[in-house]
């Protein structure tokens, strides 16, 4: 009876050790990826990085793949499950996509986490189902005008004698939401709806930018004074860029943009200043820590993230941008 009882502990122990290596095991073997839309832009190398760098003090793996188009996503995807992976992040390229990247994700088991860019269902409606990190970018964009109509009565300019450049991409809602902000903003501060003039851009980069904002400048070029507003920095530097071929100096313009990351920084460590003012910088560390570390309790203990985490922003100009960039981590 003795031996019996022996053997029985012996059994429940080993049992339990054998469960425990299997769960340390488990947590060993976790691999996720992180498909960004935009891999060459600071930004999301930010975010990757920072996931990169959770996995390496927490023992997981992080894929850092590029989804820059739909197939490019769903190949990402498939190249994941291959590797083992349980589960992605992502900023789509297509807030559309989201039901077709879910079905492929749900054909593998993955989980799914979205940063930054949030899915949208057939109704035009966030996946809510889909947890979400990102900004919010209404409020976002009204620290934007905020800022420009303040730099405004810093300069003593008159807002019916100013005009804006609104660039503008409404196929993406985080863009729409951003610069409709930004302009409420705006208005709210006694600009004139009549003054302000969009730019639509085939993409969110500063050449797409660029292209779009120079012929908005030279059919307008009765004013002397321009702000410059869009869905990030990248695109309000393609306007800037553009006001300086038309031949507006810098006390001219006013810039701002949203992130603040590696273009802003280059442009406020240029020796002389730029009609870019500033940008409302959001940690895009932290974007690519959280969102890692939200799917990795996801994968192991079975938490699923809030459906949608909202962060601020702090704005970033030449005169503090160093100071910021320490405070958010950047």
């Given at each position: 009876?003795?031996?019996?009882?022996?053997?029985?502990?012996?059994?429940?122990?080993?049992?339990?050790?054998?469960?425990?290596?299997?769960?340390?095991?488990?947590?060993d073997?976790?691999?996720?990826?992180?498909?960004?839309?935009?891999?060459?832009?600071?930004?999301?190398?930010?975010e990757?990085?920072?996931?990169?760098?959770?996995?390496?003090?927490?023992?997981?793996?992080?894929?850092?793949?590029?989804?820059?188009?739909?197939?490019?996503?769903?190949?990402?995807?498939?190249?994941?499950?291959?590797?083992?992976?349980?589960?992605?992040?992502?900023?789509?390229?297509?807030?559309?996509?989201?039901?077709?990247?879910?079905?492929?994700?749900?054909?593998?088991?993955?989980?799914?986490?979205?940063?930054?860019?949030?899915?949208?269902?057939?109704?035009?409606?966030?996946?809510?189902?889909?947890?979400?990190?990102?900004?919010?970018?209404?409020?976002?964009?009204?620290?934007?005008?905020?800022?420009?109509?303040?730099?405004?009565?810093?300069?003593?300019?008159?807002p019916?004698?100013?005009?804006?450049?609104?660039i503008?991409?409404?196929?993406?809602?985080?863009?729409?939401?951003?610069?409709?902000?930004?302009?409420?903003?705006?208005?709210?501060?006694?600009?004139?709806?009549?003054?302000?003039?969009?730019?639509?851009?085939?993409?969110?980069?500063?050449?797409?930018?660029?292209?779009?904002?120079?012929?908005?400048l030279?059919?307008?070029?009765?004013?002397?004074?321009?702000?410059?507003?869009?869905?990030?920095?990248?695109?309000?530097?393609?306007?800037?860029?553009?006001?300086?071929?038309?031949?507006?100096?810098?006390?001219?313009?006013?810039?701002?943009?949203?992130?603040?990351?590696?273009?802003?920084?280059?442009?406020?460590?240029?020796?002389?200043?730029?009609?870019?003012?500033?940008?409302?910088?959001?940690?895009?560390?932290?974007?690519?820590?959280?969102?890692?570390?939200?799917?990795?309790?996801?994968?192991?203990?079975?938490?699923?993230?809030?459906?949608?985490?909202?962060?601020?922003?702090?704005?970033?100009?030449?005169?503090?941008?160093?100071?910021?960039?320490?405070?958010?981590?950047l």
């Amino acid at each position: 009876m003795r031996f019996n009882n022996l053997s029985r502990l012996v059994l429940s122990v080993g049992l339990a050790m054998g469960s425990l290596s299997a769960a340390q095991a488990a947590d060993d073997d976790v691999k996720m990826g992180f498909i960004v839309k935009k891999p060459e832009q600071a930004w999301f190398i930010n975010e990757q990085e920072a996931a990169t760098q959770l996995g390496e003090e927490k023992g997981f793996e992080v894929v850092r793949l590029a989804g820059e188009d739909g197939q490019q996503v769903l190949s990402a995807i498939d190249n994941l499950n291959s590797q083992g992976a349980q589960g992605f992040i992502i900023c789509p390229p297509d807030v559309r996509l989201g039901p077709a990247i879910m079905n492929r994700a749900k054909q593998y088991g993955m989980k799914v986490v979205t940063v930054d860019d949030r899915f949208v269902g057939p109704d035009g409606q966030p996946m809510e189902d889909v947890p979400h990190l990102g900004m919010s970018g209404y409020k976002i964009g009204q620290q934007v005008g905020n800022a420009i109509a303040e730099e405004m009565k810093a300069r003593g300019w008159d807002p019916e004698k100013v005009a804006a450049l609104r660039i503008t991409n409404y196929e993406l809602p985080t863009a729409k939401e951003r610069t409709d902000g930004a302009t409420d903003a705006l208005l709210e501060s006694g600009f004139k709806k009549s003054n302000i003039f969009d730019a639509p851009q085939q993409n969110t980069d500063t050449s797409s930018a660029f292209a779009a904002a120079s012929p908005v400048l030279s059919k307008n070029g009765d004013y002397e004074h321009w702000v410059i507003f869009a869905l990030n920095e990248e695109s309000v530097l393609g306007g800037v860029r553009a006001s300086e071929q038309y031949g507006l100096s810098p006390d001219q313009v006013i810039g701002v943009g949203i992130n603040g990351s590696g273009a802003a920084f280059a442009e406020f460590s240029r020796e002389k200043p730029t009609g870019f003012h500033g940008t409302v910088a959001v940690s895009s560390t932290m974007h690519g820590q959280q969102s890692a570390e939200n799917l990795y309790q996801w994968i192991t203990e079975g938490e699923k993230p809030p459906a949608n985490t909202e962060t601020s922003g702090t704005l970033m100009t030449r005169d503090n941008w160093e100071q910021v960039r320490k405070d958010l981590n950047l």
